[in-house]
């Protein structure tokens, strides 16, 4: 699908996604939790004013802060360049069928170049080069950064990682940290016969990378 067209449908599905963000919609999210806290604090009058804190805290994140990411996805949605990323590991919690809903780590290489970007073999292939390294200690320098890469699994949001080009062979790739909403999975889960997934990177050296739900990104979706 058209760069132009993938990247107006993620915009549209993040206006959509945000009118949820309002008090109207999140009520009920929002005083789910400060229900029984107070209860609690009316049985444990000690423990009165770190619950009523606990409380006021929840209310804040389900209103207020996740409202705040709508601009930077926005800029994200306009700014951004859609991209294939193939799976180097991910959290087996993903492949999971009707796993519960959430965000869980993978790690994914990608490229902004146009000829790597259209040859989703060329990333699959070069993750499951990298992944060979896991744990492993290689001699060569590059090859010790790429091992390094992917044996550490503590995931940072937005973190990304140029690989060598020794390693790459020339393009220029990208190990990146990417979070993953099951809600936006086809089905729900990773599957093994699909190692890839359609996301959008801020370009440059650094910058955010976001999953596109499975349905904005599919042509007949």
Partial sequence: MDAKIVKARYKDELD???KSFSWKSRRWQAIALPIPL???????????????????????YTVVAQSRQYPELLLLAENGIPVTAAINQANTILFH????????????FFSFDPATNDNPGYLVSLAEKAFELKGKQPEDPDLQQVASIVTNERAVKYRRRRIPISFTGG????????????NRLKGKRLTP????LPCIAAPGEKGALELLPWWVAEEKA
């Fill in 38 to 60: 107070t209860c609690l604090a009316l049985l444990y009058p000690q423990y009165w004013l770190p619950l009523t804190a606990a409380s006021a805290v929840w209310i804040v």
């Fill in 171 to 182: 393009p220029v790739v990208y190990a990146a940290d990417l979070f993953v909403d099951t």
């Fill in 16 to 18: 959509r996604q945000y």
């Fill in 97 to 108: 069928r009707g796993s519960r809903g959430g965000e869980f780590p993978c790690l994914v």
């Fill in 193 to 196: 016969e699909n190692p890839v």
